[in-house]
């Protein structure tokens, strides 16, 4: 994506890239102690990939998990119903964000930072590439804070090794 440009004023820059369906897939969580989590695979997601970044959500993390997602039909398939019937229910509970409530999920704001700003004007040569700046692009930060207006919408900080990254 393409935040800001240094062409002529009224000549739109062009950049040559060949046109591929390649792309990466990507799912993270955040815990409420500001912790991110992001796993990064080249085919796209489906339910089975999703109960695996379930699984190691339950082995990094210790005691009952509440996972609060959105309604993508990946999170309702019936491999993840199998999983939570196999016990994973013992210690994950699982809850879906509003119909298209992206201004109170914490993670569209995360990705909303990270392509404007982390990722903006970053031109990479291959998917190999792309991967080496998203794992650049995450790690500057350290912890995230998490907070809601009284209007209900989404408001973080992003802290990083150099202090504050964006003000609420």
């Known amino acids: 994506m393409a935040v800001r440009t240094w062409a002529p004023c ?16 990507a799912i993270s969580g955040i815990t409420l102690d500001g912790r991110l989590f992001l796993q990064v695979r080249p085919n796209s997601y489906n339910a089975a990939a999703v109960v695996g970044f379930l699984r190691v959500l339950l082995r990094k993390l210790a005691g009952k998990l509440v996972v609060i997602w959105d309604g993508s039909p990946i999170h309702r398939g019936q491999e993840v119903k199998d999983f939570l019937k196999r016990g ?20 569209e ?10 990722l903006g004007n970053v031109c990479c040569r291959d998917l190999e590439h792309l991967h080496q700046e998203l794992i650049r692009a995450t790690a500057v930060f350290t912890k995230i804070e998490l907070a809601f207006s009284s ?3 989404r408001v973080f900080k992003l802290t990083g090794r150099e202090g504050l990254l964006s003000e609420p």
């Open 109 to 118: 704001g995360i990705w909303n930072y990270l392509k404007r700003v982390e």
């Open 151 to 153: 209007r209900g919408s």
């Open 88 to 107: 994973a229910a013992k210690r994950l509970h699982l809850e879906q964000f509003p119909g298209y409530a992206p201004d109170i999920n914490p993670d």
């Open 10 to 25: 009224g000549q739109t820059p062009l950049l040559h890239v060949p046109l591929t369906r390649d792309h990466l897939a």
